[in-house]
């Protein structure tokens, strides 16, 4: 079975505060994905990465940047929180760009006071 | 532009009775349609996938879901409800162009059952 983990089920943190934000895979996929969960707004994609190195912005970057070293991980970094940031962070994997099927890790619920 | 839309912010049903969660969706090729559960405080699972073929899939936990090209629907059913089927359904349509591999997901039905 394909595992999904991240580093924290939940955080708090301060305004300002660098937070990072850790995803591992253990099955070799090439895709990662960085989602934030809100009620009544569904998934909604911050950025992916196809490749070690490589990054897409998804569809709301601003705030955020990530890191991909290794293949099976994949980092989302917020540069300076701030308190619309609050949410639940997913964070996904794929094994290609032509399998579309992707398998989810916990969730880390981010609270910025 | 591609998009998923799941009509029902919840839908309520008792236990034992069939259930059907509504999902269409809007793309211009051939879609891939997904389903996916997120029970309390977890991540999505994966429940089943249309790409080709039949227009019946069946998926885990007893769900199957049935496209639809002509209403441009794939709504997931289950014939008998259980209180443990509670959660949050997600569909989800693949995107195309620049971003391969990526899915667009709508924004969740919470699925209530009662005993």
């Known amino acids: 079975d394909v595992k999904v983990t991240q580093s924290s089920r939940y955080l708090v943190k301060r305004t300002g505060e660098k937070v990072f934000l850790e995803c591992v895979q253990d099955?070799?996929?090439?895709?990662m994905f960085w989602y934030r969960q809100d009620p009544g707004l569904g998934l909604r994609l911050i950025y992916f990465s196809y490749d070690v190195k490589m990054k897409e912005k998804g569809d709301i970057p601003e705030g955020y940047s990530v890191s991909r070293e290794k293949k099976e991980r994949f980092s989302l970094i917020l540069e300076s929180a701030s308190t619309n940031q609050t949410s639940m962070y997913l964070c996904a994997s794929s094994l290609s760009s032509s399998t579309y099927e992707q398998y989810f890790g916990p969730g880390t619920r981010l609270t910025v006071t | 532009a591609q998009s998923v839309a799941q009509p029902e912010d919840q839908v309520n049903v008792a236990e034992g009775n069939p259930l059907t969660v509504k999902c269409t969706y809007s793309v211009s090729g051939n879609p891939y349609l997904f389903w996916y559960v997120q029970y309390p405080n977890r991540g999505l699972q994966f429940l089943l996938k249309?790409?080709?073929?039949?227009?019946l899939v069946k998926g885990s936990y007893g769900f199957e879901a049935e496209f639809n090209k002509s209403q441009t629907s794939f709504h997931l059913k289950k014939p008998s409800a259980l209180v443990s089927d509670s959660a949050l359904y997600f569909c989800?349509?693949?995107?195309?162009?620049?971003?391969?591999?990526?899915?667009?997901f709508g924004k969740g039905t919470k699925l209530s059952v009662k005993p």
């Open positions: 989800a349509v693949r995107a195309y162009g620049g971003s391969q591999g990526n899915l667009i």
């Open positions: 249309y790409i080709t073929g039949d227009n």
């Open positions: 099955m070799d996929h090439e895709n």
